[in-house]
């Protein structure tokens, strides 16, 4: 069992940094992908970025190079430094992980605000 747990939401004005960090009590290992995704209000839920256990990444085409995801194996965290922060991307942001091998399972945090002001 993994429990994510979000911080490091809040409100900033347009053009500013925040980092995201998604901390999991539980094992991480293996084959697995750990992603960002956020929802706004009367929005379905989208795709952030990706980041798999081979190291590779992806990203949402509206990120254009302003977020980076990573991870600190030694903490079990996985973080989101947002830059350029834009009113478009206030939602609420989501980390998730899906094991794959040789656990198995797809987990979800509870979610953490993020407010761009204009």
């Known amino acids: 069992q993994v429990q994510l747990a979000e911080s490091g939401g809040g409100l900033v004005q347009e053009g500013g940094s925040l980092r995201l960090s998604c901390a999991a009590s539980?094992?991480?290992?293996?084959?697995?992908?750990l992603g960002w995704h956020r929802q706004a209000p009367g929005k379905q839920r989208e795709l952030v970025a990706l980041?798999?256990?081979?190291?590779?990444?992806k990203y949402a085409d509206f990120v254009k190079g302003r977020f980076t995801i990573s991870r600190d194996v030694a903490k079990n965290t996985m973080y989101l430094q947002m830059n350029s922060l834009e009113p478009e991307d206030t939602a609420v942001y989501f980390c998730?992980?899906?094991?794959?091998?040789?656990?198995?399972?797809?987990?979800w945090g509870q979610g953490t605000q993020v407010t761009v002001s204009s």
């Open positions: 539980g094992s991480v290992f293996g084959t697995y992908v």
């Open positions: 980041l798999t256990s081979g190291g590779g990444t």
């Open positions: 998730d992980a899906d094991l794959r091998f040789p656990r198995t399972g797809h987990y």
